[in-house]
């Protein structure tokens, strides 16, 4: 079964009199265990479909499921419990609580789980979690004196903590070296490979999108096959 | 559960802030503070002027007999023979609020010591409970004459520091034999000196002695009355002075029966006594003391209804007024304080808070990309509020109760421990968290978190 399914949707921003259509009608899929790219340049709209993906905004119309269900019709509260245990976000500025420590930093979004773990549960699996992100000797560490990469590093750990069945990563290596830059991509795709994570990748870098097995391009509103498509998009 | 991780979120939040935290925490901890510190220095301040005020009397209450006419000439007041001891005694005992009682027998006269002479103001014959009525507990010699020195109607007396002057001079009288109307007394104690009264009459030119001696031995108007008092033969049996003077001596004649005395009713002894001294146990249960001192006589007077009462019960008006307003007046003045440093520390709590929202949007916007609903970031913020407020109010009971005793120890200014303005404090500071931190946090919880995430 499709993890995502877009039936054509569609968002309008109200801007006082002037109605701002932002996405003109999308419909796609994205299976489970795939890796995605989301490729546009600024005001394609790219970033509204991310935050309907993300359960942060609603369409104005068409359907939106995830994993079968219907997510435009929840309310405020059951896309909070939907963003707590279905989804991850990695965003551009890593957006970590500054004067905390990395373990608290990845233990946030225990703290708004439905079923509560324990208080020795939470910090074992943030602990894993951020071993595994090879930052072990690092968990005690405010962002501040941490690394660029290691900062998004802590951020990848946070998103997972819940086991979300679906990673976005919003310009994740805008604010990295180059280097660091490849080693958190090759960190996405050895999640995806190895541990058969969803992500979908947001980016206007075609380098970076390349990292994807699917690219995803969009115009104005519209997915579009794209020129510097690798392979061809679903067509809308 | 839910609030437990909520406040312990906002402990880790505030923890991540120290500086801010405890700024914003000082506003309570002053406000507090200055509450409990003014609280105890004003209550101890009231006491003091309460005290002082009611040493001059405020709630004694004073009996008199009515006045009595005859032939159309009144004889003023307090000339009425209907007062015996026995009307203090039941009077004692059925008025719960009524404190202490003494009765008054007064007369006047001469006093002589050695060659010096002297008519003190006053010389009142009563019992050791009238120092107690009068507020009057300390002699500055000797002691109190007891019970048994008034029911063996002992010539002993205690004089005020007026009569020792003219008296004694330099002498210690404690133990002199002094002369009272040609009856001599011992002297067993002094006074301590009390002053003028509100009229300005000296108070300590007195002499205090046992009623009976005065009744019996010095005064000898109105020694005795006969009356065919209706109170007499209920209460001729428990008369405390039957032993000593007895109304039924040796039986002359066979003792009447029931019938015959109820045809021929004797006239039977009763001492009466010119007053009798109250002290209510507030000067709020005053009217209260009034009301059952009135039942309880006009009950034991047979007074019918609709008949006037064969007494009158004067209280201090004036002082109680006096009273009254200072207490009145030292409470609101505490309160006004209290509230003016409590909305100022609130109002700074709201200020640090709102200005925490903002400065935390990105903080709020992440919360609710990671899951928080609405309502975990109200609970966030308004519990770090109420924490504030709560540890600043602690703190500032702490301070509070710090500054006091150093006030009451360097200034010697009398203290009084406030255990109500201690739970407002924490009530207070509960509230305002509450009610100054629910605004920021409501609008940290209605903030949309697309925006809070892009804000810089």
Redesign the interface.
């Known amino acids: 079964m499709d993890l995502i399914e877009l039936k054509n949707l569609r968002k309008v921003y109200h801007l006082g009199e002037l109605d701002v259509p932002v996405l003109n009608g999308i419909s796609m899929t994205v299976s489970a265990g795939e890796m995605v790219s989301l490729m546009g340049a600024s005001g394609s709209g790219k970033s509204t479909l991310m935050n309907i993906l993300g359960c942060l905004d609603r369409p104005s119309s068409g359907q939106y499921l995830l994993e079968g269900r219907d997510i435009t019709a929840l309310d405020a509260d059951e896309q909070a419990e939907i963003r707590n245990a279905k989804i991850g976000f990695v965003f551009q500025n890593f957006n970590l609580l500054p004067r905390t420590s990395a373990l608290d930093n990845v233990m946030i979004p225990l703290e708004y789980r439905t079923t509560r773990l324990s208080a020795r549960e939470t910090r074992e699996k943030a602990e894993a979690l951020l071993e595994k992100m090879g930052l072990k000797d690092r968990m005690h560490h405010h962002p501040s004196q941490l690394s660029g990469g290691q900062q998004q590093r802590v951020a990848i750990a946070r998103s997972l903590v819940n086991s979300p069945s679906i990673l976005f990563a919003d310009e994740p290596t805008g604010n990295l070296d180059s280097r660091t830059s490849r080693e958190i991509l090759e960190m996405f795709q050895q999640l995806n490979e190895e541990e058969r994570i969803t992500i979908m990748l947001v980016t206007h870098d075609p380098e970076v999108a390349a990292h994807a097995g699917r690219v995803i391009h969009i115009c104005d509103g519209l997915i579009v096959d794209g020129a510097y498509c690798r392979e061809a998009g679903d067509a809308a | 559960?839910k609030v437990l991780?909520s406040s312990?979120?906002a402990l880790?939040a505030l923890n991540?802030?120290k500086t801010r935290a405890v700024l914003t925490t000082l506003g309570i901890v002053i406000g507090i503070a200055a509450v409990i510190a003014m609280m105890e220095i004003g209550n101890g301040a009231s006491k003091a002027i309460q005290d002082t005020i009611s040493s001059m009397g405020s709630n004694t209450l004073l009996i008199h007999p009515a006045s009595t006419s005859s032939g159309g000439a009144s004889a003023g007041a307090g000339t009425g023979i209907t007062l015996t001891a026995e009307d203090k005694d039941a009077i004692l005992g059925g008025c719960p609020d009524v404190a202490q009682a003494a009765v008054v027998v007064r007369t006047s006269g001469q006093a002589v010591y050695a060659s010096k002479n002297w008519v003190p103001g006053s010389i009142y014959g009563t019992e050791p409970s009238y120092l107690d009525v009068r507020d009057w507990k300390t002699l500055s010699e000797g002691d109190v004459f007891t019970e048994r020195d008034i029911r063996n109607a002992s010539k002993v007396c205690i004089i005020g520091q007026t009569v020792k002057r003219e008296l004694f001079g330099d002498e210690p009288p404690v133990g002199r034999d002094i002369r009272i109307n040609n009856i001599s007394f011992k002297v067993v104690g002094v006074l301590s000196p009390k002053g003028a009264n509100l009229m300005g009459m000296d108070q300590d030119d007195l002499i205090l002695a046992p009623w009976t001696t005065i009744k019996y031995r010095v005064s000898n108007k109105r020694t005795t009355s006969t009356q065919t008092a209706s109170t007499s033969s209920s209460s001729d049996s428990v008369n405390s002075l039957s032993s000593l003077y007895p109304s039924k001596g040796t039986s002359l004649y066979p003792s009447p029966s029931a019938s015959q005395q109820a045809n021929n009713p004797m006239p039977v002894r009763f001492a009466n006594i010119d007053q009798i001294m109250v002290s209510a146990v507030s000067s709020r249960s005053i009217s209260a003391a009034i009301d059952q001192i009135t039942e309880v006589l006009r009950e034991r007077h047979r007074i019918p209804e609709g008949q006037e009462d064969d007494f009158n019960i004067r209280d201090m008006t004036e002082l109680t007024k006096t009273l009254t307003s200072t207490s009145t007046l030292m409470t609101r003045l505490l309160l006004i304080v209290a509230l003016i440093s409590l909305v100022v520390g609130g109002v700074g709590i709201m200020n640090i808070m709102l200005v925490s929202v903002t400065e935390r949007t990105?903080?709020i916007?992440?919360?609710?990309?990671?899951?928080?609903?609405?309502?975990?970031i109200l609970a966030q913020f308004l519990l770090e509020a109420v924490i504030l407020c709560l540890t600043g109010g602690l703190m500032g009971i702490a301070l509070g109760r710090g500054i006091s005793l150093i006030i009451s120890s360097v200034l010697r200014w009398p203290t009084e421990i406030s255990m109500p303005a201690i739970v407002m404090s924490v009530v207070v500071a509960g509230t305002v968290g509450i009610v100054f931190g629910f605004y920021p946090a409501w609008r940290a919880s209605r903030l949309d978190?697309?925006e809070a995430?892009r804000y810089e």
């Open positions: 559960m991780r312990r979120t880790t991540r802030n990105r903080e916007g992440l919360r609710m990309a990671v899951g928080a609903k609405g309502r975990d978190p697309i995430l």
